[in-house]
């Protein structure tokens, strides 16, 4: 029995989430907009923490239409992989690699059971995943599995949206059941599960500015309260750029109320791992 709502039907072809086709994705693929003060605090965390250069071994996992692998590939020069459980989700991450002419493997399996995923095992400079982890209750044992991915001394770098503030205010306005789908991290609690997975924490925090379009509002019910969450995360989006551009991005504030994202960066041990616990699928 897990405590947080199941949202496996969210990420299926149809289920709201993903509102491009593969077809659109390889005419216009979708990529970090690192002019965005959200995206470019994430491209930071991988050049600052990411212990990355020309050839590294990412793996993302849960990539599902990820726009970070394509501009990994292209723009660092890194050798890049997705995992991704839903064949749709796969799919699109592939279509959307192509339309950005990146070379890449996306496989469609479970990330999280180390029996269907031994040609991973000690292969990657760097796992990360975005907007994943805060989806399960048995966090930690998951965090495990991922660190057999890495060689000695690699890195994970997992970001989940902060739900905490103005961003949980709008989310429980637009709809409580996809709250209710999110376990709501803070720095602390993010470093705690990562280190009861055997990391040891090179940093931890909050990443962006004031960013209205964190929350969905897909499958709120009532028009009235559709437009309402859309106008509110308008002007929210609005005025953190506005801030940003008065301000030169001088006063833009990483904080609990305020972030899109809460981020954790830590490290395996220099020597190789080969008693991870393995999880039932």
Known sequence: MTGVRPSDHVWKEGGGYYSQAPEELRRRPLLPDVGRLRDRRILELFDRHGNLSEGSKVLEVGCGRSRWLPYLARERKLVVAGVDIEP????????????????????????????????????????????????????????????????????????????????????????LETLEMHVIYDPDRLRRVHERAGFRTIASGHAGFLDGYLSSAARARGLVRRRMHGWLCRAAGMGGEAWTRLGRGAVTPEIGWLSPHVFYVGSTPEIARTDLPRTQS
Not at 134 to 142: C, I, L, P, T
């Open 88 to 175: 749709y989700a796969a799919e699109l991450a592939r279509a959307n690699l192509a339309g950005y002419g990146a070379e890449g493997e996306i496989l469609c399996r479970d990330a999280f059971v180390r029996e269907q995923n031994p040609d991973l095992v000690g292969r990657f400079d760097l796992v990360y995943s975005m907007g994943v982890m805060e989806h399960f209750d048995d966090v930690s044992a998951r965090i495990e599995v991922l660190s057999g991915y890495l060689r000695p001394g690699g890195r994970i770098l997992t970001t989940v949206p902060n739900l905490r503030g103005m961003n949980w205010a709008l989310q429980r306005l637009a709809d």
